[in-house]
């Protein structure tokens, strides 16, 4: 590791002022490999954003890419108009949880209604009022994620809600969760998304979607009775007499502790599954979050500590002592706990340069992570600087290592045609054709960081397809803007040079250039031509990498 | 630089081949399950989910039960309308058409199987029975792609296992290839003619041969493949045979398209479907109703997929499942609510009909689960173990259901040895 330190001290020292200065001199990144000061802001473009805009590689570069990541790494400073303007035509945002969990209670009415009337054949959609305007916002909270990925001048932000969103997974489809996820992605998710870790993940462990998800809202003191069935039981007591003591109602006995959250917080939140915790450790931190709760949707479904419902013993977790008596302040002490613990550092840590840097993230970004991680406790800003700084963030190996996953794909797409997607959910549509439909990854380890998840056949000529449909403006709500890359033309050669340059940030092959010029030499109509380029270009093999 | 995995797999496939080691030889040896005579390359196993829960005991009625009608006043299928096969149970009528493939010994039916998990959560049962393993939340990939992962016998074609529906389930989830297919005629790159549509797919073939690495290459070498192989097939113009009559709906035309994959010789191994419409809480029906007419689509479907093969079917096994079974007793809106074990059928070739499989505990309260439900005599790994290692010569069971232990001795005989 030695080595690698003195490594990263010598460019990091090196580079800012070759980087730093306009029109800037070619930069060595580690390896020896000359990186220009276009190549490395496409480099940033693909990773800290959603790919280039037309144009935009050129604008960074320009500007200079360091001056650029820390401008990204402080989102609350950049002006976001133009999504403020486009949320306001997203009805979601206007209902908060209260007016959503109403409107679940009353699409659960509806459906008993429908099944007393026997109305159930499958493949028969339910067309009631409720049911289509439930449907209506889920697709909207669908989309609303891919219009802030392509519009936002917040792209970093951006790239780590979604980050998040899969780490902290929850299931949209799953009962509650129907209603909760919406409330969950803007008020869990995005304030902290990059805040201190400590901070994301309270507010996870709070929030009524991941206590639904993980089933910790029913998770109970061993023997635990609420007091509604506590009064319950004495009328049954008054009314039956001892001797015939009337059944409990049977629907909502509690049923004792639950270990999802305290399995999944630890294996999958914080400490990482080589973490170092057993199964003991696992029932501790469940008891340690017994009774946190949610009120039921009809009262606003939110979180909640339900005092009778906390198991009021002594508790260890990981060798540490949890004295009884401090209820909720329980749990808060232990998620500071895990969020400020080495194996913590570095599962969270190693999974941001997956998502980074390399499918196989190298050790050294860990290391480089890890360590600010540990000097500023856990700031998601100063690991994400450290990462972006690091000499494996630059080194020429990973360069366009990656695949971008479905949402990448179809956004970057978005960017790189300068579309300008509305309400309609025309693009979340395509996300979930290519394998990872937003918020419905079922298990809760989120999606996976790794290619071979979401790199198969079928979805590969999805991702063709939807390349020539998006260039075709086949894609009614998300319209491509071509002149913004050429103009119409049947100059192949000009149309080639200007869809290389501004798509694919001079990365075409030669071969890539070849097929596009033969299947472009017979096409007369100038707006078709232009057309087919860009949609061969984001179809293709180079685009899928970033 | 990452080495796909797929790749690499591919390769340690060879290498064993290489090294003169037949996996068959392997097959037998560590599971000493007889060979099949015919090349397990041809096996097909579909296997048919019935979200939301059936009801068991209206679908396989154990009309020879009093309790069955004392606990049923409103929903109970008459025994004079119950279509009998051992003398015990009977299938309902509306599932009559499927009595000639149990007569032909081509259909058996399993009682009391479900899950080790006690869940009565639509979301998480579903879960445990795609992922395999009952309990845990976190397993990354389901059981048939794990299947796919850790049975290299199996030529890795485009096709080898496809779902039938728009997005890929939990079940086939994983690293291994599998494709989602909505509808077999519009898979490939679309456009407006023919001509069109061939010329934009040659173009992204060169494109893709030319200057793919790594896994996308491997990957759009696979999905030109199979989009040749539907080209020669051409699923616009397929007639089902021997007068097979689909049912309309979804799963009417997954069946038919399987059965086109099928005769088409492109290499399905494993084909899943799915249907829902099975949680009846309210007016559920007897002879009649919301239940029956689920269950007459489901007959009419499996009975059509049968008759199309013809002696294709041969080969081919097909599994019904669903998350949990339903209350014995009937609720006060003449439905059932959740439950614990179900019943599940195993139809095709194969398999070894005309019989009732599994340990049926009775509807006694005594024996029931928690008082209310079915109990699960048949842990549901034990009859998919059975269907993997004893159809498609699957040996490394315990790599497939991770945490148990799959014992042929506890197998319910659902495949003729």
Redesign the interface.
Known sequence: MKTRVLLFVATVAARPPVIEAQHAAPLQSPGGHALTPRDSAAHALNRLAYGPRPGEIERVARAGVLRWIDAQLAPDKIDDDIVARREREFDILKYDRGDLARLYAEAQRAR?ER????D????KPDNSPVAVKGRRFAAQVQQLAVVRAALSERQLYEVMVDFWTNHFNV?F???ADRFLTPDYIEHTIRPHAMGRFADLLIATAQSPAMLFY?DNWESVAPGATPPVVERARRRAWINVGAQHAAPLPPARAPKGINE?YA??LL??HTLGVDGGYDQHDVIEVARIFTGWSIRRPQQGGDFEFHDWAHDTGDKQVLGIEFERGQEMDEGVRLLKLLADHPATMHHVSRKLCQRFV???PPDGCVDDAVAAWRRTHGDIREVLRAIFHGPDFWAA?NMR?K?KTPLEFVVSAARAVAADPDTTPRLAQVV??L?E?LYLH????GY?E????W????A??DR??AA??LAAGRLPGAVATLDSIAPGTTDVQQLITAVDDRILGGTM?Q??K??IS??LSDVKDPVQARALAVG?AI????F??Q | ??I???VFVKSGGLALFSLGLDPLFLARAAFAVRPSARPPDRRILVCLFQRGAVDGLNMIVPHGDPLYYRERPRIAVPGSDVVDLDGYFGLHPRLAALKPLWDSKRLAAIHAIGSSDATR?H?DAQ?YME?GTPGV????DGWLNRYCQHDREHQDT?FRAVAFG???P?ILAG?A?????ADLQA?????PQPAARD??TR??E???A????????T??Q??FQ??QTLQRVDPTRYQPANGADYPR???GKAMLQIAQLIKADVGLQLAFAD???W?????Q?ASE??LA??LA?LGQALTAFAQDLGDKLDDVVVLTMSEFGRTVRENG?S?TDHGHATAMLVLGGPVNGGRMLGHWPGLDPANRFEGRDVAVTTDFRDLFAEVLARHLGARDLSAIFPGFTPDPARFPGAISA
């Open positions: 008993q099944n007393r009337m026997g159930t054949a499958a493949d299931y489809a799953k009962g993980l999802n399995r999944e294996e999958l390399n499918d196989d190996t290592a695949v979930a054709r394998g439909p079922v298990a809760p380890d996976p790794r290619e071979d998840a790199v198969n056949s079928g590969l000529l063709m397809n020539v449909g092959s071969n890539t070849r097929v033969e299947q061969l179809g293709g093999p180079e899928q990498r | 630089m990452t796909s995995r797929r959560s979301f879960d992922s939340k976190a397993t990354p485009p728009p997005e890929l939990r690293t290839p599998s494709l989602a297919i898979f490939g790159l679309r456009a010329r934009l173009a992204f060169e494109l893709y030319g200057s793919a690495t790594g896994l996308l290459s990957s759009s696979e999905a199979a989009v709906g979804r799963l249907v829902t419409g949680d009846t809480h309210v007016n029906g109703g919301q007419a689920r689509e809106n439905g």
